[in-house]
């Protein structure tokens, strides 16, 4: 089984942590259900940019984006030539590392 490797986030993840990954599942369905609050404003529907990571190993065993997460990713703050929606990327047969950026469009959210 695939794991996700998160890399320490300030706010959702301070130490980092590996998740045992279902391929076929996407990345933010498994944060999510390990306790990894990533925002996702559109609830999962590539209408938005706030569940953007970057994948800094295993980018090349995602299938690739298409052309509407594509628009948005365009619009993502810190965009890198490995970034994905979370919710739109499937989990694989390879161990992925990823880093959830600091910030994102929806900045400011309540009870921060």
Request: proline share 6%; hydrophobic share 35%; with cysteine.
């Given at each position: 089984?695939?794991?996700?490797?998160?890399?320490?986030?300030?706010?959702?993840?301070?130490?980092?942590?590996?998740?045992?990954?279902?391929?076929?599942?996407?990345?933010?369905?498994?944060?999510?259900?390990?306790?990894?609050?990533?925002?996702?404003?559109?609830?999962?529907?590539?209408?938005?940019?706030?569940?953007?990571?970057?994948?800094?190993?295993?980018?090349?065993?995602?299938?690739?984006?298409?052309?509407?997460e594509?628009?948005?990713?365009?619009?993502?703050?810190g965009?890198e030539?490995?970034?994905?929606?979370?919710?739109?990327?499937?989990?694989?047969?390879?161990?992925?590392?990823?880093?959830?950026?600091?910030?994102?469009?929806?900045?400011?959210?309540?009870?921060?």
């Amino acid at each position: 089984m695939p794991q996700l490797i998160v890399l320490p986030h300030v706010e959702l993840c301070p130490e980092g942590t590996v998740i045992e990954a279902t391929p076929g599942e996407t990345i933010c369905n498994t944060l999510l259900a390990n306790g990894v609050e990533i925002d996702h404003a559109c609830e999962k529907s590539c209408a938005c940019t706030t569940c953007h990571v970057i994948v800094r190993e295993g980018f090349d065993s995602l299938e690739p984006s298409s052309e509407l997460e594509d628009d948005f990713l365009d619009k993502a703050w810190g965009l890198e030539p490995t970034s994905r929606l979370s919710c739109q990327a499937k989990v694989a047969d390879a161990d992925l590392v990823i880093e959830i950026p600091k910030y994102t469009i929806n900045m400011v959210k309540e009870g921060h």
